[in-house]
């Protein structure tokens, strides 16, 4: 069964840290274009970055440059996401999505189904 599961969210004060995981099972990651998204309350889902299959690029959307870092261990099929210097607006569920098509699809979420997205993993900033 191909699945995708988010975790390591949590409540955690502005300035902190949290690292989030997103683990497949079913397929292989690392042979596809892997992306963390989020959807904040009332607001719509975002592309917060995206890290390749073949050559480890990377994407970061332009609030989160300098603060996130996009990572993957292949040996345990999974892709992370570090935060830090978190602010209360980086309050949102966060989402885990592959494979993907291609970055693009980091940019324009909305462009993706609502099918696709799973339960994803609350982050709490408190100010």
């Known amino acids: 069964q191909v699945q995708l599961v988010e975790s390591g969210g949590g409540l955690v004060q502005a300035g902190g840290s949290l690292r989030l995981s997103c683990t497949a099972s079913?397929?292989?990651?690392?042979?596809?274009?892997t992306g963390w998204f989020r959807q904040a309350p009332g607001k719509e889902r975002e592309g917060v970055s995206c890290?390749?299959?073949?050559?480890?690029?990377?994407y970061y959307a332009d609030s989160m440059e300098g603060r996130f870092t996009i990572s993957r261990d292949n040996v345990k099929n999974t892709v992370y996401l570090q935060m830090s210097s978190l602010k209360p607006e980086d309050t949102a569920v966060y989402y885990c999505?592959?494979?993907?098509?291609?970055?693009?699809?980091?940019?324009?979420?909305?462009?993706?189904?609502?099918?696709?997205w799973g339960q994803g993993t609350l982050v709490t900033v408190s100010s």
């Open positions: 079913g397929f292989t990651l690392d042979k596809y274009i």
């Open positions: 999505l592959a494979p993907l098509l291609d970055f693009s699809l980091c940019v324009s979420p909305s462009r993706l189904p609502e099918e696709v």
């Open positions: 890290i390749s299959a073949s050559d480890g690029s990377t």
